[in-house]
């Protein structure tokens, strides 16, 4: 299968790669790369947010950039403006677009002005994790349309194969329960709660030892909704009265719903191209100056700090828990999950199976069993209505 998916990247003008964790979809690009380099090709990689980019970068030992910057965009008051389109497009002979079942209708419709003709464009994604947050289901509707090849990885390898997370991301696609292992440092285990305020004051003690050493991008905690004692909201502030709370030694600035403190956790929630600071970007602030707050993010050169004045704060919010689809296209050591029937309207099994995947080394799911059952057996996920299929059906033309 990988061997084919390398020929239909050369053989297809359009080509749609995906499959799940341990396949080998990361060995599939490096080939494609590999083939396409040695023949000579100029070849861009993008993709949705600047996290997955920075991944992509580092796996296919290549440059990568978010799709925004790719395509030159610039903010305006009055909606998308980009610089690349089809009267200056792309100077490229192959684009691979990484995560791409994060791209909404509205920006592939603005990448594929900017691809010039004979150009390659190889999408590459996971067709089972959750839908972009934009309209539309790029990546699915492209694959149902059956009009341009898909090559679907499924072979988990040995290595990958002796992953509790990888085996139980797999039996969660499949419709099955995942196996919970005994014991508190076991891959994949999951921690019973009748109470949900008990649930969570578990996670913030629990997320205090495991950071205790200092390494506060070791452990991340998902959670389906931001209300709730197990949202979002209660979360931060709960964690944060564990790990920082106030003291008289430490400044403090407003926030919406919150207040940021020196040592707090924290992720840009909106894509800033003056500041070089990306939607879902996670840094922890080191410097309180009245109303001005600086931030180090660990992906950017040591010293190379960034400062926000008064009126720039507001982008910034506490990241000691984030939604689960905050966390597309990221990657973690440590997750930990919380799954509680108050969250029932979100329990779903491409959710589950998202923040399943986001880990590398262990998974602890904390709430109810009963709640995990929910999320497995609702594979009713919101069909999106963007026609996209169907008008790809309708074409005379040949991918």
Not at 184 to 204: G, I, P, T, W
Not at 276 to 288: E, L, S
Not at 325 to 335: A, D, F, L
Request: proline share 5%.
């Amino acid at each position: 299968a990988q061997r084919q998916a390398i020929y239909a990247s050369l053989e297809h003008g359009v080509f749609v790669l995906t499959g799940g964790p341990g396949t080998g979809k990361t060995t599939v690009v490096k080939g494609i790369l590999n083939v396409l380099e040695q023949a000579g090709c100029r070849i861009l990689l993008a993709a949705p947010t600047g996290r997955a980019a920075r991944r992509l970068a580092d796996s296919a030992g290549h440059p990568a950039a978010t799709v925004h910057r790719l395509l030159e965009y610039q903010p305006t008051g009055d909606g998308l403006c980009f610089g690349k389109d089809d009267s200056d497009p792309l100077d490229a002979e192959a684009i691979i677009i990484d995560e791409a079942s994060m791209l909404d209708i509205t920006l592939t419709y603005h990448l594929l002005k900017a691809v010039p003709g004979g150009c390659r464009l190889i999408f590459v994604g996971d067709v089972d994790q959750l839908p972009s947050v934009g309209a539309g289901s790029v990546l699915k509707d492209m694959i149902r349309s059956g009009r341009m090849p898909v090559v679907r990885l499924e072979n988990v390898f040995r290595q990958a194969e002796v992953s509790p997370i990888v085996r139980n991301a797999h039996k969660i696609n499949r419709g099955q329960m995942p196996e919970f292992l005994a014991g508190a440092d076991s891959e994949f285990a999951l921690e019973e709660f009748v109470n949900e305020q008990d649930a969570a004051e578990f996670v913030a003690r629990t997320y205090a030892q495991l950071t205790s050493g200092g390494d506060w991008r070791r452990v991340q905690v998902l959670t389906p909704m931001h209300k709730n004692p197990c949202g979002v909201q209660n979360l931060n502030k709960l964690l944060q009265k564990y790990l920082n709370p106030p003291s008289a030694a430490k400044s403090e600035v407003t926030i919406p719903g919150n207040v940021l403190r020196i040592g707090d956790k924290v992720m840009q929630i909106r894509n800033n191209y003056e500041k070089d600071v990306f939607n879902g970007d996670i840094g922890r602030v080191i410097k309180i100056d009245g109303k001005n707050v600086t931030v180090a993010f660990p992906e950017r050169p040591e010293g190379d700090y960034v400062t926000y004045a008064q009126g720039e704060v507001e982008e910034l919010q506490l990241a000691y828990a984030m939604s689960v689809h905050k966390s597309q296209g990221s990657e973690y050591p440590y997750v930990i999950l919380l799954m509680v029937q108050s969250h029932y309207i979100m329990l779903q099994r491409n959710l589950l199976y998202t923040a399943v995947t986001r880990a590398k080394e262990k998974v602890l799911i904390v709430g109810s069993k009963n709640a995990v059952r929910t999320a497995v057996e609702n594979d009713k996920t919101k069909r999106r209505y963007s026609l996209l299929a169907e008008r790809l059906q309708e074409s005379s033309e040949v991918f």
